[in-house]
């Protein structure tokens, strides 16, 4: 069957180089944003979150970058590794819609060797 | 954070039959939501499920063609109606566990023929 991401933009980085995907959100209320890693057959897994009151966020291996100004978020994975290989979505929660989410299109990470 | 039970994980469906998917949450949660995602795309929201209301749906969907049931706070069922071709996509239910992110479903792939 057909993977998921298999029509969404490409990113190649070879293993232990950093990555940075990108992503530009929607709504410039948006109050919420979500990292999502999504592998074949699987749901979406939660990687990092970070609120409009910040504009980074460090977790293990990720960093995540908001710039209000212009509406774009950055998702940066250091030491690529094989199992980061997926496709990786940025999410965002306007204020006032009921909690839901937005996604972006979506990047495809692949990691060569 | 909240662990989400979707099943089925896959369907082979006939056209002009219907399909219904079942999430099961290990809590309690006021919001479910219903994403659908076609081959290749991103997350498109399908509809919000309140328990003791009707769901409340997005742009593009209908309740006759999705409907929803939310009996209780921890489970929520999707119905796919009238099975066509383009129905085949993969669905997902999400909740907001209130601790940050969202968590998925596994999800749910639907292939009509």
């Known amino acids: 069957g057909e993977s998921v991401g298999l029509h969404l933009p490409t990113l190649s980085v070879q293993e232990g180089d950093n990555s940075i995907i990108n992503c530009a959100y929607s709504n410039s209320a948006s109050d919420y944003f979500i990292w999502y890693k999504q592998e074949s057959g699987k749901g979406p897994q939660f990687i990092i ?7 980074k966020r460090q977790g293990q291996r990720v ?3 908001l710039n209000k100004t212009v509406k774009h978020l950055s998702l940066q994975i250091a030491a690529t590794q094989p199992g980061d290989s997926a496709v ?3 999410a965002e929660r306007g204020p006032g ?3 839901k989410l937005t996604f972006g299109t979506g990047t495809r990470l692949q990691v060569t060797l | 954070s909240a662990v989400i039970s979707q099943k089925p994980s896959r369907d082979i469906c006939q056209r002009g039959t219907s399909l219904t998917i079942q999430c099961q949450v290990d809590s309690q949660v ?7 995602q076609q081959p290749g795309q991103s997350l498109t929201l399908i509809a919000t499920a309140n328990q003791g209301s009707e769901a409340t749906y997005e742009s593009g969907f209908v309740i006759d063609k999705f ?5 209780n706070l921890t489970f929520s069922t999707l119905t796919v109606s009238n099975l066509s071709p383009e129905d085949s996509s993969i669905y997902l239910c999400s909740v ?3 601790t940050g992110g969202y968590t998925f479903g596994s999800g749910t792939r639907l292939t009509v023929v």
């Open chain 2, 96 to 98: 907001d566990p209130g």
């Open chain 2, 67 to 71: 409907p929803i049931s939310r009996p």
């Open chain 1, 63 to 65: 960093t995540v970058l």
């Open chain 1, 88 to 90: 990786y979505f940025c």
């Open chain 1, 97 to 99: 819609t009921a909690s």
């Open chain 1, 49 to 55: 979150d970070i609120r409009s009151n910040m504009d």
């Open chain 2, 30 to 36: 006021t919001m479910m939501f219903w994403y659908r």
